[in-house]
């Protein structure tokens, strides 16, 4: 069956513009994450969703970041007025939330802000 | 200090050669730890998972956790040059769909034929 989704694989903006990434889950999978990888710094958790509701939300860094997810499935990440800071691969994960089963995260989207 | 330290490397090593990685972290709240193997420019995948102390073994990949040391380290045998990739350690306090996940910053992997 087919993986994780994410699109764009590659992003290319200018400082100040919004973007907005998204991401498909494996059908069925109730949980789904966001992670940052940025270079040096591993992965950073940025949000959690269980169904279309977000328990945790505790890694945004900032209120120019926000989250959602509709119909229990797809998830947009959008990130406005863009700064260099914000180049990263973000990271989509989901889950089907039996206990000791595995994330599967997607390839991610590469932001580059120029 | 962060939670989880991992060395950054890289590591190369010649093919064949027994493999050690190794993480320590702070918070004695992690109850279970994992492996992911990063190939370039893909997500993450799981290798070894394992809860509490103790050893799992897997193929050529042996898991090790030392609870009362707060380590863990990731053992590879007869390392192939398909070995080679980023490879994270991660831990949480609890299982299931809220087990966010806390990572190492990752080291990579160069297997050399």
Request: charged content about 20%; aromatic content about 10%.
């Amino acid at each position: 069956g087919a993986g994780v989704s994410q699109s764009p694989s590659n992003k290319v903006t200018e400082k100040g513009k919004d973007v907005e990434l998204r991401c498909d889950p494996i059908s069925g999978h109730t949980a789904l994450y966001w992670y940052r990888q940025s270079l040096g710094q591993g992965l950073e958790f940025l949000i959690y969703f269980q169904g279309n509701s977000a328990p945790d939300k505790s890694g945004l860094p900032s209120d120019r970041f926000s989250a959602e997810r509709t119909g229990g499935s797809v998830s947009t990440l959008t990130i406005q007025r863009t700064q260099q800071e914000d180049s990263a691969v973000y990271l989509c994960a989901s889950f089907e939330g039996m206990d000791n089963s595995p994330l599967h995260f997607g390839n991610g989207t590469r932001l580059t802000v120029t | 200090q962060k939670e989880v330290e991992q060395d950054p490397g890289p590591l190369s090593v010649p093919e064949g050669a027994i493999v050690s990685l190794n993480c320590t972290y702070s918070n004695s709240a992690f109850q279970y730890f994992m492996w992911y193997r990063q190939y370039s420019r893909k997500g993450p995948e799981l290798l070894m998972y394992t809860y509490s102390s103790g050893n799992k073994e897997d193929g050529r990949f042996t898991a090790q956790v030392d609870k009362s040391s707060k380590y863990i380290s990731l053992f590879i045998r007869d390392s192939q040059p398909s070995d080679s990739a980023t490879y994270l350690c991660a831990m949480s306090r609890v299982t299931g769909a809220n087990s966010k996940l806390t990572f190492g910053k990752g080291i990579t992997l160069s297997v050399r034929p």
